[in-house]
C-alpha cells in the first residue's frame, strides 16, 4: 500500500500500460529476484519504479513486476543475462566433454562383455532367489 501512497504523492514513478515492455524469462536459478534486486539496488532510475526495499531481511517484489520494470527501462538487461548463462552453460559442457576419456574399441568391446555377463548372471540369481 505503501507504493501506491508513493505513487499518487509522486515519489515514485509509473509507466502507463502502452509503455511497459513485457518479457517472460525463464526460471532459473541465477535470475532470481534477490539477485536481480542486488544488481539493480544501486540504480537509482530504476528503484523509483520499485517499492522501497528493507534494509535488512528478505524483500519482497513479485518476480513479473520486477523484471518487467527493469526491462521496460533496459531491454538489453535479460537478453545480455541470458547469453551469458548459455554461454557459461555451453562452457561447462565443453569442458565436461572434454573431461571426458577415450577408450579404445578392444577394451570398450570386453568392458561390454563383462557387463553383458554380469548382467546376465544377476537375472538367473534372482530367478534362483524367487524359486
Request: hydrophobic share 45%.
Amino acid at each position: 500500500m505503501d507504493f501506491l501512497k508513493d505513487v499518487l504523492r509522486g515519489v515514485k514513478r509509473y509507466f502507463l500500460i502502452s509503455q511497459v515492455q513485457f518479457v517472460k524469462v525463464p526460471f532459473c536459478h541465477e535470475l532470481t529476484v534477490e539477485r536481480v534486486l542486488a544488481q539493480i539496488r544501486a540504480h537509482r532510475e530504476i528503484m523509483q519504479y520499485l517499492p522501497d526495499l528493507p534494509e535488512k531481511g528478505t524483500p519482497y517484489v513479485e518476480r513479473d513486476f520486477l523484471f518487467t520494470i527493469v526491462n521496460t527501462l533496459d531491454s538489453r538487461y535479460f537478453k545480455a543475462a541470458l547469453a551469458e548463462l548459455e554461454h557459461r552453460r555451453a562452457l561447462k559442457a565443453k569442458s565436461e566433454q572434454d573431461a571426458m576419456i577415450e577408450i579404445d574399441s578392444n577394451l570398450l568391446n570386453l568392458l561390454e562383455k563383462v557387463q553383458s555377463r554380469l548382467s546376465g548372471q544377476k537375472l538367473v540369481a534372482s530367478r534362483r532367489a524367487m524359486g
